[in-house]
């Protein structure tokens, strides 16, 4: 029986029991915790020092105010770069590929970037939906469209991620089918697929490490409009 090729994004279930829950919790043990030793290994002195600069250009256009979210920012870049990668692995799950799960990161991040302009300079905050020096007749229409642009933000924070993640999984599996179906027939374009599926299964892992860094910059360019 030839299963469909978006069975992989169905949330898996083993005796009855979801394994989103585990998929979620898993990057979490794969990264050591940092020890009491005046000297750490090279695998803690790598990770420190990967989240350190992450951290320096992620806030770097941030005032004293946003500097705050660094570390919601930086365990948010974590999760989602492992997820991402841990996602590419055979037989495995990729819970970012879930846009119920995308947006559910995206919708209170951005509503809570929303709520501390509001609260801290309303006026500011307001501003942003009409430009200075509009002409009166436009008044209405450009506070309505950028409104609606406004709340289209989270929507395009979760569908950008699943997207991107989707599509790159989806040609991995048709490559790879494609190249096991040709491998009796004509081994030489076998070979080429296989080729080809390795150099996009590299492009996947880059694309991996992009979205989840765009994911993080883009909400934090939302901070830096409301701070």
């Known amino acids: 029986m030839m299963l469909s090729f978006f069975d992989q994004f169905m949330s898996p279930v083993y005796l009855g029991v979801p394994l989103m829950a585990l998929a979620l919790t898993l990057p979490w043990i794969l990264y050591p915790t940092p020890s009491d030793r005046w000297l750490n290994n090279r695998l803690l002195a790598l990770q420190s020092w990967s989240i350190n600069r992450f951290t320096q250009q992620l806030l770097l256009p941030l005032n004293l105010g946003g500097h705050k979210w660094a570390t919601l920012f930086t365990s948010l870049m974590i999760f989602l770069f492992t997820t991402n990668m841990l996602g590419l692995l055979p037989y495995t799950f990729t819970p970012t590929t879930q846009l119920s799960l995308n947006l559910g990161l995206a919708v209170p991040l951005w509503l809570a970037t929303v709520l501390i302009g509001m609260r801290n ?94 994911f993080v910059l883009l909400l934090s360019l939302y901070l830096q409009e409301n701070v």
Do not use: C, D, K
């Open 121 to 214: 300079q309303p006026t500011h905050a307001l501003g942003h939906l009409l430009p200075e020096g509009t002409p009166g007749p436009l008044i209405p229409v450009l506070i309505f469209i950028e409104t609606i642009s406004l709340f289209i933000r989270p929507l395009a924070l979760g569908v950008r991620l699943t997207a991107n993640l989707t599509a790159g999984h989806l040609l991995i599996q048709l490559i790879a089918t494609a190249a096991f179906v040709l491998l009796p027939l004509m081994p030489a374009v076998a070979v080429l697929t296989s080729m080809v599926l390795v150099l996009l299964t590299l492009l996947e892992v880059a694309v991996a490490m992009i979205q989840a860094y765009v």
